[in-house]
C-alpha cells in the first residue's frame, strides 16, 4: 500500500522557518518524483515545489522561489521542504505527493500525482 505521510508543520511567525517531511512507503521511492502542494483555505490547491527522480532537478512555485528548498534522502524515503522567510500567505495545508514526474505548464506544477498524502497545517501569524 503506498502511503505518504507529511509532517513538521506548525506555528510560526512571519520570516521564521519550518521543514517540512514527507515520509513515503510502499512503492520504489526513488523511481518518483515527490512534490508538494498547498491549499490554502477557500483557494484552490497549488504546486509549491516538486523534485524529480530522473535527475533530481528541482522546481519552484514563483511566489516560494529563493525562501524554500526541496531535498529528498533516498536512503529514508523521506522528501524535505525547507521553508524560510514563512509569509501570512504561506498558510495552508501542505502535502506532500508522489508522481513518475514532476508536471508542469511553465513555472506552475500541476496537481496531477498519482499518490497524495494526508496535510499538515502550517499557519504563519504576522
Known amino acids: 500500500e503506498v502511503q505518504l505521510q507529511a509532517s513538521g508543520g506548525g506555528l510560526v511567525q512571519a520570516g521564521g522557518s519550518l521543514r517540512l517531511s514527507c515520509a513515503a512507503s510502499g512503492f520504489t521511492f526513488d523511481d518518483y518524483a515527490i512534490g508538494w502542494f498547498r491549499q490554502a483555505p477557500g483557494k484552490e490547491r497549488e504546486g509549491v515545489s516538486c523534485?524529480?527522480?530522473?535527475?533530481?532537478?528541482?522546481y519552484y512555485a514563483d511566489s516560494v522561489k529563493g525562501r524554500f528548498t526541496i531535498s529528498r534522502d533516498n536512503a529514508k524515503n523521506t522528501v524535505y521542504l525547507q521553508m524560510n522567510s514563512l509569509k501570512p500567505e504561506d498558510t495552508a495545508v501542505y502535502y506532500c505527493?508522489?508522481?513518475?514526474?514532476?508536471?508542469?505548464?511553465?513555472?506552475?506544477?500541476?496537481?496531477?500525482?498519482?499518490?497524495w498524502g494526508k496535510g499538515t497545517q502550517v499557519t504563519v501569524s504576522s
Open positions: 505527493a508522489a508522481d513518475s514526474g514532476c508536471t508542469r505548464i511553465g513555472n506552475t506544477i500541476l496537481s496531477v500525482m498519482d499518490y
Open positions: 523534485m524529480d527522480s530522473s535527475d533530481g532537478r528541482t
